[in-house]
């Protein structure tokens, strides 16, 4: 199927577009974005103009662009924004030796801007104060129950050389459900998905207020910041969370993470465990780059040493 938009986009540095473009993938099982085994990266969104589906290529340092559906225009419009190719790294001089090593190893790395806030924020709703797996589950349930199919190709990155035969069938490509489905959608739906009340209002109201939330793309990052975190239910982790993936915010740090503050402390001083104040006591060399210091060390795969159990799944039977 011939794409209804291309373009081929040429960043002024190679990017790794794996490794910036995963951050924007929510789990093991999200369905709206794959990572085929032939270095492409697929992307099904829903756009202001409708639904569309984007397929990414790298090609001789820069990045080919195929878009299909409704919304193939805007996508490709905006795909500088999304591979981050208008990210620019150079303000971020380390002086921590290791984030210097990881800056120069991780070169590629950028900062995505999706623009989608909308697309963005249910996730990180459904990630609020849960683990893991249980966040996955109701992330992947939601987009399965209320999304749609993707427009366009989808194969499931095979290529002329497999054999349709014996090759199983690809995981389907979804595009996440629009905000006026999610606005109807009774408490009582999503809490069979593993939300609690308060995490199914709050995107309830989200959904309600998606014109608005949408606004945050074009505001700066401040103003943006304050707009969401005056939604009820809201508070700095997940607009943190939002920043980073729609906005494009380098400096976005997510405040009051299970695991986050340990991560940074073990990477940078060798300290197992700490709260929020040392996290930010570490980054503050890093202040307007925090959020590409902290993809630097997720990009390593640094953790802290684990001791004694593991945070139990909770059960939201009455809440």
């Known amino acids: 199927m011939e794409p209804h938009a291309s373009r081929l986009v040429r960043p002024p540095a190679p990017i790794d577009l794996r490794l910036t473009l995963g951050l ?22 829903r756009t202001p103009d409708g639904p569309a589906t984007e397929r990414l290529v790298p090609e001789s340092g820069a990045i080919r662009v195929d878009a299909w559906g409704p919304g193939a225009a805007w996508l490709v419009e905006h795909a500088p924004d999304l591979v ?24 590629g790395l950028r900062i995505p801007r999706s623009r989608a806030v909308f697309e963005a924020l249910v996730p990180a709703i ?6 893991g797996p249980e966040a996955a589950g109701a992330i992947a349930g939601l987009l399965r129950r209320y999304g749609e199919p993707a427009p366009g190709p989808w194969d499931g990155g095979r290529d002329a050389r497999d054999d ?38 709050t995107i309830r109201r989200a959904a309600a207020r998606a014109d608005r939330l949408e606004e945050c793309a074009d ?21 943190a969370e939002v920043a980073v993936r729609a906005l494009g915010d380098p400096d ?10 340990s991560t940074i402390a073990w990477a940078l001083a060798r ?15 890093c202040r307007g ?17 684990r001791f004694g159990p593991r945070m139990a799944p909770r059960s939201i039977v009455g809440m």
């Open 126 to 131: 459904c990630e609020q104060k849960v683990t």
């Open 252 to 261: 976005a740090v997510s405040v009051g993470d299970a695991h986050l503050p």
């Open 84 to 107: 981050g190719a208008t990210d620019d790294p150079r303000p971020f001089e380390p002086l921590h030796p290791l984030l210097r090593e990881l800056h120069r190893r991780f070169a």
């Open 219 to 239: 505001l700066p990052f401040d103003a943006a910041r304050a707009r969401l975190t005056a939604l009820p239910g809201v508070g700095a982790w997940t607009a």
């Open 289 to 305: 780059q925090r959020a590409r210091a902290i993809r630097l060390i997720e990009a390593a795969g640094i953790r802290p040493p």
């Open 164 to 201: 349709p035969s014996r090759a199983p069938r690809p995981a389907q490509l979804l595009v996440p459900p629009a905000a006026s489905t999610l606005a109807g959608v009774p408490s009582y739906d999503l809490h069979a998905l593993g939300m609690e009340r308060r995490r199914a209002e």
């Open 24 to 45: 924007l993938r929510r789990g093991a099982y999200d369905p709206t974005i794959r990572f085929p085994r032939d270095g492409s990266v697929w992307r099904a969104t």
């Open 271 to 285: 300290q197992v465990r700490a709260d929020d104040a040392r996290m930010l006591e570490l980054l503050e060399p």
